[in-house]
Structures are given as structure tokens and as C-alpha cells.
């Protein structure tokens, strides 16, 4: 059977049609792309079911225009929407260095939002929305601008950057607002390596002014979780130019279709509650949620914490770390925050021995510190104080209830407990110029 030219550049069209919700994002596995060119080929060598084949490839390649045109007209109408926070939908991979993220720059959102852990349940009587903004500056992170000096940098994870407190409810603009500094937040979601990696990155590009201070926040209930990489010199990491920086990029548009992530957000409802949430009640009858997997950190012991595979990489990177900041000729300070659960382990575990003891992950990270000469503190023992003092006075708490993160109050603390406990003695070098009680 000879195909005619007229018939060939049909299928080649069809093809075309059915690759679009793969280029789109809808469709994430390239196998179901190929299992959707089996209609273009039974097209191309149909003989007796000719009329049968042509309808069967109008109506695939009429489904995948409507469903890619629908695509691109609801991401800007529907794509915040499909998030409980702007911060999980503006994230990125940066393009000339993928293994590290930022957000989208000159973000400006205001809206609101809940928290992850009512996220994972899929029960709305479980959220607790608050109306937050959050703004990114030029580098993508969250500032409302660089600043044209810089005397203290917060690095760090999700906790640091502030995820479900307003832009001005960070401990970030509480240190700048209380005395009168020039606070950029370099933090971002993820664990101590990539910190360390944009930090390094990043950091010198700031003007930063004569014993300016890092305050580095590493978070007990996942940082071991995250393994980072294996090099630490930043010239040899895998840098990417030209065509393969702009493919991360793509990528990045791929992964932010609506009708696909509307997709797995129904399949995680149907899923029901997550087995790694678990539900407690105040004594006032509130529902507080807590995560599994991050209070099993704040239960380890210290010998467990160092055997762990990824400790000596932590290692490593603290090392690594030390060295970054003495070239740059900025002190530093790290600061152990604990889990949700280790503050309140009177609600999660009432019936257990409540105890100020650090975590074995605090241990061995303060003796980790100790060993390459980084200054460190827990903070724990000064967050569980305050959140007995706040409860038994008006029963507000450090935590959002639903969610792994602070709310505003717990970042007062965290700004409180880096004041009093790690700049007592550093006022006059940090040149703090009105300070507020």
C-alpha cells in the first residue's frame, strides 16, 4: 500500500497534536505519549477501517488541543489556587545550577493560606487560615529588596524563610525592625548543603558591613533527611549554560500545569488523612497536628544521630561553612530549632516524661560545631519555656496548629532567643542603634 503524501502529513500533524499536553505538563510520563501514537500509526495502515481509524485520530488529536488550550488558559487563573501556600507555587530550580532552588523574583502576593499539615490531611475543619504576604526581591528570595549594605544574613530552611507567616512575621524582619539593622533573608527550603551552596553563591554578592553576622538555622526534624551533594568546592559543582540551563527552566513550566497538579492533589484526597499526621487535642479542645516523620529526629538518640549516613556530610558541610564566613570575614552562629513536638510534647505525648533535655541530634550537632569551631546554640530549652509561659497566660501558641511551621509569636521568640542568648555580648560590634524592647 502506497501512503500518499496528503495522508502522511496527517499523521505527522496528529503527532504533533498528541505530543502537546506532554510539552504542556499535563501528561508527565513520556510512555502514555507513546502509547498515544498507536492511533497515528493504525491511521497510517488502515485499509478496511479506514473511516474507523480517521474518527478515532480526529477525536485524540481534538482532545489533546482542547485539554492543552485549557491548560494554558487556567494557569494564570487557577494556578495559586491549586496551593496552600505561594511559596510551594512559585518555587524553582535555578537554572545555571539545578541542584539548588529560589523562588520566582518580584513576587508579590497577598492572600490566604493554611498549613501543610491540614494539607495532608485533605480535612478543611483542620486548617487555619491566616492572610499572609510574601514578596521575593531580584535573587528570588524573600526580601522586599537587596539591600545596598547588609549587617546580619539569615540562612536556613523553610523555617527561616517563613513559610506561613506574613512577610513582616519573620524572625528576619523582627531582628531588622527591633534594632535597627539591615537583615537580608537567604533563606529557601531544603537541607544544610544546599544552604551552604547558595550562601556561598550568593552571599558575595552583598555588601556586607565590617563583622557582619550569619545566623544559620538547622532544623532537628529533617536536616539528616537531606544528603546534599558530594562537593563542596562551588567552581567544580555541575554548572549549566545555554541550551541546558534553559531546559531547567522548561522544566520548571512543566511541572506548574494546573490540570496536572489538580490531578494529584484529587488522588492525595482520595488518598484520605497521611499515616505521618498525628492529631492531638489541647486542653481548650483545639486540634494540634504534628508530624511523624520529623518527631522521630527529636526522639533519637545522639549515637543513632552520628551513625546516621548523611552526619559526616552535616560534618563536612559545617566545616565547609566555617571557612565561607572567614573569607568573607563575617562571624556566625547556628541555631539547633526543634521540632513541633519536642516544644509541646505535653500535647503530643502527655503521658510521657516531659523533659528540657537537648535532642540527640542537638548533642551531636553542638558537639559537631564545637569540633570545627562554629559557635551553636539549641534553642529548644528557650522555646519550650516560652510556650509554657504563653499558654498558661492566654493560650496562644509558638506553632501554628496546623503546621510543621512557627507562627508570628514563635518567630518573636526565635528573634528573642538569637538577641539574648547569641548577640548579649555583640551589641556594640553588631552596632545595634535602636534598640526595642
Not at 129 to 147: K, Q, S
Not at 220 to 232: C, E, F, K
Not at 334 to 354: F, N, Q, S
Request: charged share 20%; hydrophobic share 45%.
Amino acid at each position: 500500500m502506497t501512503l500518499s503524501r496528503k495522508r502522511v502529513g496527517i499523521a505527522i500533524l496528529a503527532a504533533a497534536a498528541t505530543a502537546l499536553p506532554f510539552a504542556e505538563g499535563i501528561l508527565k510520563n513520556g510512555l502514555l505519549e507513546l502509547l498515544m501514537l498507536a492511533p497515528v500509526a493504525w491511521f497510517l495502515v488502515a485499509s478496511r477501517t479506514r473511516d474507523r481509524a480517521d474518527r478515532v485520530l480526529l477525536l485524540l488529536v481534538s482532545v489533546c488541543l482542547t485539554v492543552t488550550v485549557c491548560d494554558v488558559i487556567l494557569r494564570p487563573i487557577i494556578g495559586s489556587r491549586l496551593h496552600y501556600s505561594p511559596m510551594n507555587l512559585h518555587q524553582r530550580r535555578l537554572p545555571a545550577l539545578p541542584m539548588v532552588g529560589r523562588w520566582d523574583a518580584k513576587v508579590d502576593f497577598s492572600g490566604s493560606v493554611y498549613g501543610d499539615l491540614a494539607a495532608m490531611t485533605g480535612d478543611p475543619t483542620f486548617r487555619e487560615p491566616r492572610r499572609v504576604e510574601f514578596r521575593t526581591d531580584a535573587l528570588g528570595f524573600r526580601n522586599d529588596a537587596v539591600p545596598t549594605v547588609v549587617d546580619v544574613i539569615v540562612l536556613g530552611d523553610s523555617f527561616a524563610a517563613g513559610v506561613g507567616v506574613t512577610q513582616t512575621g519573620t524572625f528576619a524582619h523582627a531582628l531588622a525592625a527591633r534594632y535597627g539593622l539591615s537583615v537580608y533573608n537567604l533563606s529557601y527550603p531544603g537541607g544544610p548543603y544546599d544552604q551552604y551552596v547558595n550562601f556561598s553563591i550568593e552571599a558575595p554578592k552583598l555588601t556586607v558591613v565590617p563583622g557582619a553576622e550569619l545566623i544559620w538555622t538547622l532544623y532537628t526534624g529533617n536536616d539528616l533527611d537531606d544528603a546534599g551533594g558530594d562537593t563542596w568546592e562551588i567552581a567544580a559543582l555541575p554548572w549549566r549554560t545555554g541550551l541546558l540551563a534553559v531546559l531547567v527552566d522548561y522544566r520548571t513550566f512543566r511541572n506548574r500545569s494546573p490540570l496536572r497538579q489538580g490531578w494529584e492533589a484529587l488522588r492525595s484526597r482520595w488518598g484520605g488523612i497521611s499515616r505521618d499526621v498525628a492529631i492531638r487535642s489541647l486542653p481548650d479542645g483545639r486540634p494540634m497536628l504534628f508530624y511523624g516523620p520529623h518527631e522521630v529526629w527529636g526522639e533519637r538518640a545522639r549515637a543513632e544521630v552520628e551513625q546516621h549516613p548523611n552526619f559526616p556530610k552535616l560534618l563536612t558541610t559545617l566545616r565547609a561553612m566555617k571557612d565561607a564566613v572567614a573569607r568573607m570575614g563575617v562571624h556566625s552562629a547556628v541555631v539547633i530549632l526543634p521540632t513541633k513536638g519536642e516544644v509541646y510534647r505535653w500535647v503530643l505525648t502527655p503521658h510521657a516524661a516531659d523533659e528540657d533535655a537537648p535532642s540527640g541530634f542537638a548533642e551531636a550537632v553542638l558537639a559537631a560545631c564545637q569540633q570545627v569551631s562554629l559557635r551553636c546554640w539549641d534553642s529548644k530549652p528557650y522555646l519550650r519555656e516560652e510556650a509554657r509561659r504563653l499558654f498558661a497566660a492566654s493560650h496562644d501558641l509558638l506553632w501554628w496548629r496546623d503546621d510543621t511551621h512557627m507562627n508570628e509569636l514563635g518567630h518573636q521568640a526565635v528573634a528573642s532567643f538569637v538577641a539574648q542568648e547569641i548577640w548579649r555580648n555583640d551589641r556594640e560590634r553588631l552596632q545595634i542603634r535602636h534598640p526595642r524592647p
